[in-house]
């Protein structure tokens, strides 16, 4: 068996001679990185070649990344290079992270290619500023992989001079500035871009035809139009002021009385994101691997997301599903909601413990997955749209006689959402069925388009937008003012403090749900081009909060 090594070793060695391979030992570094939720690590992959026939990969590789050495041969071949049959020891630093994926096949190759002397000593002395990744098909092809657009911005942090991906994952960074960006559909495709000058390649990715990220409009959805709601007017002005503000929203009504048309007309008023918000929202699609599949879509340019996603998880959706988490650790609907609207249909039918688990992201707008291979953080900070009946049969509110259910049904089917829930629910409103005569007779031309609402609800979070910006804040919409900041910027009108004493007083209103109805106050302010809080904006403020007790939401 000896005998048999050493004739292969002795061949192989000839064999690379032949080639004008180098047979000397050498190690080579190659640079990539890992993502471990939001956050990125460089991973430096170390080749070493010597003498011998064996292959060894160690830095804690997980299963797709210990099987590259299939992957990495059959390209190699493919294109023309050969997987050297010496003693390969390859090893991820640092070795203390698990790696996990398939992205690491380039940089692997490249590390062999150069280790073993197959690439000139010009290409290795690259390498150092370069970040490189990406999954090989057996014919050398390249495969996007996940979380390209944090590792994009982490190689600019880091000062990589250049960064090499798939051309499908390479697009998602064109809006990236401080570094260049490289798309590689081969493997043919990398070592072209790793020999050719770094300013000079025709495979930089390039954000020439994206127009700017913050345009006048938002999304445009012709199916869902507020012109199209029959009658409704108090339901579509706490719409309006919810998407002003940013504020989370409850419509509880009959079954038909238009609260899902409601909720998703939301859509076509919401101003699109802003660069940074772009880039927060896209890491985390980037991070779970749905970014590039959204580059079919309209508002989708140069890999970031234009508009404010809309999620629509089904009430029979899982808490991991709901907050993230699995074995790697991914991204649930409320974080793929951030800085957009997840709307929750039929939400007494949601599982209690998923309707619970809203409570801290609601609160901070950030979500901790706790696992054992670690924690993860991800941003949560979303637009809570929630819609249900009143009662299990629906027809509580429709004063017809037809709800037929009992008093303790109706307590049980509510009490599905805890009061600290609701309490954390700025506006809550009572739809009512639609009035024959709005119904029946047309309205067209009557009913304001949600183009009008969308201009107000832009001027309204440009207003917000300048006064925090101004100011120093972290905050953006009025939602978000930190409880400290609610007297700076939702001072009560002069003299009207005894007022809202008694109103608190009579409506039994918590401390939590007192700052929140000063915040819609601001927010109905801020639509008004009011530079204070007028009274009349706290009652109105005070009419979406509470309902009538008999009524109560």
Same mark, same amino acid.
């Given at each position: 068996?000896?005998?048999?090594?050493?004739? +292969?070793?002795?061949?192989?060695?000839?064999?690379?001679?032949?080639?004008?391979?180098?047979?000397?030992?050498?190690?080579?570094?190659?640079?990539?990185?890992?993502?471990?939720?939001?956050?990125?690590?460089?991973?430096?992959?170390?080749?070493?070649?010597?003498?011998?026939?064996?292959?060894?990969?160690?830095?804690?590789?997980?299963?797709?990344?210990?099987? /590259?050495?299939?992957?990495?041969?059959?390209?190699?071949?493919?294109?023309?290079?050969?997987?050297?049959?010496?003693?390969?020891?390859?090893?991820?630093?640092?070795?203390?992270?698990?790696?996990?994926?398939?992205?690491?096949?380039?940089?692997?190759?490249?590390?062999?290619?150069?280790?073993?002397?197959?690439?000139?000593?010009?290409?290795?002395?690259?390498?150092?500023?370069?970040?490189?990744?990406?999954?090989?098909?057996?014919?050398?092809?390249?495969? $996007?992989?996940?979380?390209?657009?944090?590792?994009?911005?982490?190689?600019?942090?880091?000062?990589?001079?250049?960064?090499?991906?798939? /051309?499908?994952?390479?697009?998602?960074?064109?809006?990236? !500035?401080?570094?260049? +960006?490289?798309?590689? !559909?081969?493997?043919?495709?990398?070592?072209?871009?790793?020999?050719?000058?770094?300013?000079?390649?025709?495979?930089?990715?390039?954000?020439?035809?994206?127009?700017?990220?913050? $345009?006048?409009?938002? $999304?445009?959805?012709?199916?869902?139009?507020?012109?199209?709601?029959?009658?409704?007017?108090?339901?579509?002005?706490?719409? $309006?002021?919810?998407?002003?503000?940013?504020?989370?929203?409850?419509?509880?009504?009959?079954?038909?009385?238009?609260?899902?048309?409601?909720?998703?007309?939301?859509?076509?008023?919401?101003?699109?994101?802003?660069?940074?918000?772009?880039?927060?929202?896209?890491?985390?699609?980037?991070?779970?691997?749905?970014?590039?599949?959204?580059?079919?879509?309209?508002?989708?340019?140069?890999?970031?997301?234009?508009?404010?996603?809309?999620?629509?998880?089904?009430?029979?959706?899982?808490?991991?599903?709901? +907050?993230?988490?699995?074995?790697?650790?991914?991204?649930?609907?409320?974080?793929?909601?951030?800085?957009?609207?997840?709307?929750?249909?039929?939400?007494?039918?949601?599982?209690?413990?998923?309707?619970?688990?809203?409570?801290?992201?609601?609160?901070?707008?950030?979500?901790?997955?706790?696992?054992?291979?670690?924690?993860?953080?991800?941003?949560?900070?979303?637009?809570?749209?929630?819609?249900?009946?009143?009662?299990?049969?629906?027809?509580?509110?429709?004063?017809?006689?037809?709800?037929?259910?009992?008093?303790?049904?109706?307590?049980?089917?509510?009490?599905?959402?805890?009061?600290?829930?609701?309490?954390?629910?700025?506006?809550?409103?009572?739809?009512?069925?639609?009035?024959?005569? !709005?119904?029946?007779?047309?309205?067209?031309?009557?009913?304001?388009?949600?183009?009008?609402?969308?201009?107000?609800?832009?001027?309204?979070?440009? +207003?917000?937008?300048?006064?925090?910006?101004?100011?120093?804040?972290?905050?953006?919409?009025?939602?978000?003012?930190?409880?400290?900041?609610?007297?700076?910027?939702?001072?009560?009108?002069?003299?009207?403090?005894?007022?809202?004493?008694?109103?608190?007083?009579?409506?039994?209103?918590?401390?939590?749900?007192?700052?929140?109805?000063?915040?819609?106050?601001?927010?109905?302010?801020?639509?008004?081009?009011?530079?204070?809080?007028?009274?009349?904006?706290?009652?109105?403020?005070?009419?979406?909060?509470?309902?009538?007790?008999?009524?109560?939401?």
């Amino acid at each position: 068996m000896y005998a048999l090594a050493l004739l +292969i070793q002795i061949a192989d060695v000839l064999l690379l001679s032949i080639n004008g391979i180098k047979c000397n030992d050498m190690l080579c570094k190659v640079y990539c990185a890992c993502c471990n939720g939001l956050e990125v690590t460089t991973v430096t992959v170390e080749v070493n070649v010597t003498d011998g026939i064996q292959f060894h990969l160690v830095g804690l590789p997980d299963s797709a990344v210990k099987e /590259s050495q299939q992957r990495i041969e059959s390209a190699l071949s493919s294109n023309g290079f050969r997987f050297p049959g010496k003693r390969i020891t390859i090893n991820l630093a640092p070795a203390n992270i698990r790696k996990e994926g398939s992205s690491f096949d380039v940089p692997l190759a490249i590390g062999i290619l150069c280790a073993s002397g197959q690439l000139g000593d010009e290409v290795t002395a690259r390498l150092k500023d370069f970040l490189i990744l990406g999954e090989l098909a057996l014919d050398g092809t390249l495969r $996007e992989i996940p979380g390209a657009l944090p590792i994009i911005i982490h190689a600019k942090q880091q000062g990589f001079k250049g960064c090499v991906l798939p /051309s499908s994952s390479a697009i998602e960074g064109a809006e990236i !500035d401080g570094v260049t +960006i490289y798309a590689a !559909d081969s493997f043919k495709d990398v070592i072209e871009i790793l020999g050719s000058d770094i300013y000079a390649s025709s495979k930089i990715v390039t954000a020439a035809n994206i127009g700017e990220l913050e $345009e006048e409009a938002g $999304e445009e959805c012709p199916d869902y139009d507020f012109s199209q709601v029959k009658g409704q007017a108090f339901a579509k002005r706490g719409m $309006e002021i919810a998407a002003a503000g940013g504020h989370n929203i409850l419509l509880s009504g009959s079954p038909g009385s238009g609260k899902t048309f409601l909720a998703k007309c939301l859509r076509g008023i919401l101003p699109p994101m802003t660069k940074e918000e772009a880039i927060q929202t896209s890491n985390i699609y980037s991070i779970a691997g749905l970014l590039a599949a959204e580059s079919g879509k309209e508002h989708h340019r140069g890999g970031l997301l234009r508009n404010r996603p809309f999620r629509s998880p089904h009430h029979t959706i899982t808490v991991p599903a709901l +907050i993230g988490g699995g074995s790697r650790g991914l991204p649930g609907e409320i974080s793929l909601a951030h800085n957009g609207v997840l709307f929750c249909d039929e939400f007494a039918e949601y599982d209690r413990r998923s309707i619970e688990v809203l409570r801290q992201p609601l609160e901070d707008g950030v979500v901790q997955i706790s696992r054992v291979k670690g924690k993860h953080f991800y941003p949560a900070r979303f637009m809570l749209v929630a819609a249900m009946n009143p009662c299990p049969c629906g027809h509580l509110l429709e004063g017809w006689g037809r709800c037929k259910c009992s008093s303790s049904a109706i307590l049980k089917y509510r009490s599905k959402i805890s009061g600290p829930v609701m309490d954390r629910i700025d506006i809550q409103i009572n739809v009512r069925p639609v009035e024959a005569q !709005d119904l029946v007779f047309s309205s067209a031309g009557k009913e304001e388009t949600s183009a009008a609402v969308a201009e107000r609800v832009r001027r309204a979070r440009q +207003i917000q937008y300048s006064r925090y910006m101004s100011a120093g804040e972290k905050f953006f919409t009025n939602a978000a003012i930190t409880p400290a900041k609610i007297d700076t910027y939702c001072k009560l009108p002069f003299g009207q403090n005894a007022v809202m004493k008694a109103l608190v007083q009579k409506k039994g209103i918590s401390a939590r749900g007192y700052t929140r109805i000063l915040k819609i106050a601001r927010t109905i302010a801020d639509l008004e081009g009011s530079e204070s809080v007028a009274m009349a904006h706290i009652a109105e403020a005070l009419n979406l909060r509470c309902p009538d007790k008999d009524e109560m939401v």
